[in-house]
């Protein structure tokens, strides 16, 4: 509880009340490395603040080949299939966990609860609906401006843990290119 305390603490002050209540809403979850924590056509019920692990957004196919990764969250950040979240309406991607991941989750219904009792609710849900549309917008305007070896540079960059823990197949996925150009990308650059 401590992680998301501080993560939270570092974007406003929260009184000691509205906290209590915050906490009590929290469930933990452990999911086992490779296991979807949301189907396809379920709908999302919870957001939840990664303490642990890697969690992949993607959109699956019959070929697992085929499979779209779009996303990827890391620990101290939130993850949800926010829209399906927000519109209750079922899901068109799935949430992997693709290391066992350590997860503190809250309910739709229970957000609703701190949202309406506390002076901090409304900031948290705003706050996490922002980076989630930052992390979209990015992601969208990397697609129109870089290449893909652009977008392979830039994501190591900023996340150079990815190698040790996301396989190359679901990164290709997610720069936009084959597997067997990642390849080429990564032989040209190194």
Known sequence: MQQIKQYLE???HITDKDWEFFIS???HRVIPKK???LGLNEIENHISFIQSGVVRLFIPKDDTEKEITFGFSF???FVSAYDSFLTRQPSLYQLQALTETSILSITYEDLQEVYKNTQIGNLIGR???ERLFLLKS???????????EERYLKLFKERPELLKVIPLKYI????GVTAQALSRIRKRIS
Not at 138 to 148: D, I
Request: hydrophobic fraction near 40%; charged fraction near 15%; aromatic fraction near 10%.
């Open 10 to 12: 570092g974007i406003a």
């Open 25 to 27: 809403k929290l469930t």
């Open 35 to 37: 296991s979807v924590f």
């Open 75 to 77: 620990k101290n950040q």
């Open 127 to 129: 706050l996490t609906a």
């Open 138 to 148: 990015s992601r969208e305007q990397n697609f129109l401006n870089l290449t893909a």
């Open 172 to 175: 290709s996925s997610y720069i």
